[in-house]
């Protein structure tokens, strides 16, 4: 009974993921996760930036012009 119910609930984050998206959107997918927080608070929504993670996630949204380049140790100095 109790999933019963959950199912019938209705998506108590559905404004949220309204606004994620439409950020995303008018930034053309160059805003992760970090930026498209940082811009929800500016409009005065307050939300952890792990449950903007989870709803990208879920709705499929990777910003994909910044990728960040790990670089490997190299120990030449030179000649």
């Known amino acids: ?11 108590p984050n559905a404004l949220l993921e309204k606004k994620i998206q439409e950020i995303f959107d008018e930034h053309h997918g ?5 930026r498209i927080h ?7 929504i ?5 449950k903007v993670r989870r709803i990208m996630g879920k ?7 910044f990728i960040r380049k790990s670089r490997r140790y190299n120990s030449y100095k030179g000649t």
């Open 1 to 11: 009974m109790y999933w019963q119910k959950r199912l019938e609930q209705k998506n």
């Open 38 to 44: 940082l811009a929800l608070k500016a409009q005065g």
């Open 30 to 34: 160059n805003y992760g996760y970090r």
């Open 59 to 65: 709705l499929g949204l990777k910003g994909s012009k």
């Open 46 to 50: 307050k939300v952890n930036q792990k």
